[in-house]
């Protein structure tokens, strides 16, 4: 199973730049170049990703050479990561749950996540808003929406499952499992992603107010928790100011223990703003 999870994530990963690639020819071929614009612009963002994993690299003691500088500024560098944690794993065989694996595959995890918040999130609120709002039709945008929320469910689901290696006693998750909680993270965001296009659709601009009311709710609700992730005080003030734009669109578990009473506290705060924003 462990060796399945970066086979499966590079295989997304390679199916959703590659629809984000189509998306990007079709609106330049076919001259829509406000849509072409704005999805080269939800590229960007990726690279905060890159630059962390470079970081990474030389914090585990590894020099990055010229040619793994230019994977990163292709922004395949998480490419390279999974491939050496495939790699890892066919080496030590049966002994891979034991070692670097279970490291590596943690690091590549979060910073997949970390990716697909920042990238592929925009990418996917603005798809579905073309394929909603400006063109039914439209097939190569369509598909990339679609791959794109498979992506960023599939990240969730592997941060969480790597999360719960951590925890002790824990063993890896079964593969009925990690169906469960693909389709379940799969059907939350795209609900709420639905949810957020058709008020754009409708109210227009109105639709950042909503956002912007679920996301102090949320931040200040993080303050209440006081998550002690983060030492410092600024640096702490802006992870609960991220943590809570993230939980517009999903739920991440930032504390230890029982999360039973924060989940329904979040479901009960985002399904009355979403189901009656006024």
């Known amino acids: 199973m462990r060796g399945a999870i970066p086979g499966l994530s590079l295989a997304l990963l390679a199916a959703e730049r590659g629809a984000r690639l189509c998306a990007i020819i079709h609106y330049l071929v076919h001259g829509q170049l406000d849509w072409f614009g704005l999805t080269v612009a939800c590229v960007v963002p990726g690279y905060a990703s890159q630059l962390l994993s470079i970081l990474w ?61 920042l990238q592929t999130l925009p990418h996917l609120l603005l798809q579905a808003y073309v394929v909603l709002a ?18 960023l469910a599939w990240a969730l689901v592997s941060y969480s499952h790597f999360t719960c290696l951590l925890k002790p006693g824990h063993l890896s998750l079964p593969a009925t499992a990690m169906l469960c909680l693909l389709l379940w993270r799969t059907g939350m965001l795209g609900t709420r992603v639905l949810a957020l296009v058709l008020f754009a659709r409708l109210y227009s601009f109105w639709v950042f107010a909503v956002a912007g009311v679920h996301w102090l709710l949320m931040s200040f609700w993080l303050v209440g928790q006081q998550t002690d992730i983060v030492a410092q005080p600024c640096r702490w003030r802006l992870f609960n100011c991220l943590v809570g734009a993230v939980y517009i669109f999903c739920y991440i578990n930032v504390r230890p223990g029982p999360s039973k009473t924060r989940v329904s506290v979040f479901y009960a705060v985002s399904t009355r703003i979403f189901v009656n924003p006024h």
């Open 57 to 117: 690299f030389r914090a585990d003691g590894h020099q990055p050479g010229c040619w793994l500088l230019v994977l990163h500024l292709l922004q395949l560098g998480l490419w390279k990561r999974y491939w050496d944690v495939l790699r890892m794993a066919a080496e030590m065989g049966g002994s891979a749950c034991a070692g670097e694996v279970p490291t590596r595959l943690g690091d590549v995890c979060v910073l997949q996540l970390l990716e697909a918040l």
């Open 134 to 151: 400006v063109d039914p039709a439209g097939f190569i945008p369509g598909v990339s929406a679609g791959l794109s929320l498979l992506s």
